[in-house]
């Protein structure tokens, strides 16, 4: 067994060791507006419930590791202490995801993910119409943990009003824990799905998706794709090119073959194979190529 001291390990390792030791961690789809209204829409696995009576959930926004900088979330929950939190649940995983993306301010998460702004009822942050539990909250107060890259910043919220899909609840009216379908966080790219198991997301770090906004509406408007086919093509950094397109065609006689068909949603189930494999660039490549 080996043994840590945090000051003798940097603080990215120090993060990948703890975020891959302590989980599965529930996620904060936490939606915020700034003091101008803008909309913004971010994941966090720093996240729980502390308390029912009052109804307490809590989250932390950590300051970015590599610049000791401090996310939107946070800022905006400074200025307004109202925030939104939805549960993420399989069906907007890879959609949650995307909107994780470092996008510029006030660029909109929601329409980079591709999710559904609904107005609240209570409070000015916008409630994300997929997800099957949305809770309305004001900031009864933000506990800084620390200055330096990687502390965390408390953000204890009451909830005033609760929101919840018809379509996951049991005879009895109660949550049935396999309709509402959670996810939760590992460590890396790593999920845990409450009743399958492990699966990978990849998560954009580096690079921008272009965004589910970016993606054109004969492939939005498709019924062979859902928000997670979506989340996935919206997150490459920029599409294939058309030399790139016509190689992969020349070299794959499968797609050939559906490319030749006359039915369009023939390619776009080829494309979502590819998609299923988590390859996104070649589900692009199947789906740009009678197109360039």
């Known amino acids: 067994?080996?043994?840590?001291?945090?000051?003798?390990?940097?603080?990215?390792?120090?993060?990948?060791?703890?975020?891959?030791?302590?989980?599965?961690?529930?996620?904060?789809?936490?939606?915020?507006?700034?003091?101008?209204?803008?909309?913004?829409?971010?994941?966090?696995?720093?996240?729980?419930?502390?308390?029912?009576?009052?109804?307490?959930?809590?989250?932390?926004?950590?300051?970015?590791?590599?610049?000791?900088?401090?996310?939107?979330?946070?800022?905006?929950?400074?200025?307004?202490?109202?925030?939104?939190?939805?549960?993420?649940?399989?069906?907007?995983?890879?959609?949650?995801?995307?909107?994780?993306?470092?996008?510029?301010?006030?660029?909109?998460?929601?329409?980079?993910?591709?999710?559904?702004?609904?107005?609240?009822?209570?409070?000015?942050?916008?409630?994300?119409?997929?997800?099957?539990?949305?809770f309305e909250c004001k900031v009864n107060e933000i506990i800084s943990l620390g200055n330096e890259g990687g502390a965390g910043n408390l953000i204890i919220c009451e909830v005033l009003k609760m929101h919840i899909s018809e379509e996951i609840l049991d005879d009895s009216g109660a949550i049935d824990q396999y309709k509402i379908d959670l996810v939760s966080r590992m460590g890396g790219n790593w999920y845990s799905r409450a009743n399958r198991g492990l699966f990978e997301v990849p998560k954009p770090l580096t690079t921008l998706g272009i965004g589910v906004d970016r993606i054109p509406n004969f492939i939005r408007e498709s019924p062979v794709f859902d928000g997670n086919d979506l989340g996935m093509l919206g997150n490459v950094e920029s599409l294939p090119t058309s030399e790139e397109i016509d190689i992969f065609v020349k070299e794959n006689f499968a797609v050939k073959g559906v490319l030749s068909s006359a039915d369009e949603e023939n390619v776009h189930q080829k494309a979502k194979e590819y998609l299923e494999q988590q390859d996104a660039i070649s589900a692009w490549k199947v789906l740009l190529a009678k197109r360039v």
């Open 1 to 134: 067994m080996i043994s840590i001291e945090p000051k003798e390990v940097s603080p990215v390792k120090l993060q990948g060791y703890l975020q891959s030791s302590v989980g599965p961690r529930p996620i904060a789809f936490a939606s915020t507006v700034d003091k101008d209204g803008n909309p913004n829409l971010s994941p966090f696995s720093f996240f729980n419930v502390f308390s029912t009576n009052p109804p307490i959930l809590i989250f932390s926004p950590s300051r970015r590791v590599r610049d000791n900088t401090v996310k939107h979330t946070l800022l905006n929950a400074e200025a307004t202490r109202e925030v939104v939190i939805n549960v993420v649940n399989f069906d907007i995983v890879q959609q949650a995801s995307l909107s994780s993306t470092e996008y510029a301010d006030g660029v909109n998460e929601f329409l980079k993910s591709g999710l559904t702004q609904v107005p609240s009822d209570l409070v000015k942050p916008y409630r994300v119409a997929e997800s099957p539990v949305q």
